[in-house]
């Protein structure tokens, strides 16, 4: 059974940066697409950032620029570096793995002053 485990949220002032990592249990993850999504109270989950095999990626508008999402295969690991917070970044941040359909517990970030 896949697991996914978030970690490093948690409250940023603007401008701020933090830095979410995800472990991913099982074998083969470097033949996965990964990535992050996130949902705002009231809001559907969407994607911010993914990644594939081939380390190609893919960011939403609202992200680029400011996000990095990257990959180690030898620690099966998935890493997403938030630069210059904003407020409208505050969400609950889910990490994804394609094969499977299977997502993470989601963890808090919250961008406040």
């Known amino acids: 059974q896949v697991q996914l485990v978030e970690s490093g949220g948690g409250l940023v002032h603007p401008g701020g940066s933090l830095r979410l990592s995800c472990a991913a249990s099982?074998?083969?993850?470097?033949?996965?697409?990964m990535g992050w999504y996130r949902q705002a109270p009231g809001k559907q989950r969407d994607m911010v950032a993914t990644?594939?095999?081939?380390?190609?990626?893919n960011y939403a508008d609202s992200v680029k620029g400011r996000f990095t999402i990257s990959r180690d295969n030898t620690k099966n690991m998935v890493y997403l570096q938030m630069n210059n917070l904003k407020p409208e970044d505050t969400a609950v941040y889910y990490c994804y793995r394609a094969r499977g359909d299977a997502w993470g517990q989601g963890i808090q970030v919250t961008v406040s002053s």
């Open positions: 099982g074998n083969l993850f470097e033949f996965d697409l």
């Open positions: 990644i594939t095999p081939g380390r190609t990626t």
